[in-house]
């Protein structure tokens, strides 16, 4: 087999547009000016730089009112993403409340302990225990200190209920229960 060698051609790029001035370029041409054709003493501006001045600054202003237009424009952007925003937190808490439902409608018509297995979803109960405290009054072996206040560590007072110790039996109790799973 012959190799073949593809032949490149370049495309002929147009010629680039001039960049219009930035409000720096303008800016710094009106500075250039004013050191070249400003008399330092009188402070005054020599006639053939006067047209020049008034161009740059008719276009110096053109320049800040576009950029009030895009500033104007943007906001708009803005304040219409944030309704985007609200109406579509607005509809995921309706699909989520919908989808609540049908949890509910499922725990009602599936007993614990019981597991349905179709295709690749499946619907079963794991049972749970949770550690509720009975009474206000933790001992404070049981809790820990945070800035604000003592917290009761459940995985402690969890430990000493399983080895039957009585001040963790007083304040708390083991509670099982149920959960749904679904995948």
């Known amino acids: ?3 073949t060698k593809k032949a490149t051609t370049k495309k002929a790029e147009a010629p680039k547009a001039p960049r219009a001035p930035t409000l720096y370029d303008i800016d710094d041409r009106i500075a250039e000016i004013l050191e070249i054709y400003m008399d330092p003493r009188t402070g005054e501006i020599a006639e053939e730089a006067t047209v020049e001045l008034e161009e740059l600054d008719m276009k110096r202003e053109d320049k800040l009112i576009g950029y009030v237009h895009i500033i104007k424009e943007m906001e ?7 309704t985007e925003i609200k109406r579509m937190k607005g509809r995921a808490k309706a699909i989520q409340n919908r989808a609540n439902f049908l949890r509910v409608r499922i725990k009602e018509a599936v007993e614990p302990g ?7 979803r499946r619907i079963w109960y794991r049972r749970t225990t949770a550690t509720v405290f ?5 001992p404070k072996e049981y809790c ?3 800035p604000e206040s003592w917290a009761p560590q459940v995985t402690l007072v969890r430990d000493d209920l399983k080895a039957g110790k009585q001040e963790a039996v007083d304040c708390a109790e083991v509670k099982r229960g149920w959960s749904l799973n679904l995948e």
């Open 1 to 3: 087999m012959a190799a």
């Open 76 to 82: 708009l952007l803005v304040e219409g993403a944030e």
């Open 114 to 120: 019981t597991e349905i297995k179709k295709g690749p």
């Open 134 to 138: 009975t009474t206000d009054e933790v």
């Open 144 to 146: 820990k200190h945070t």
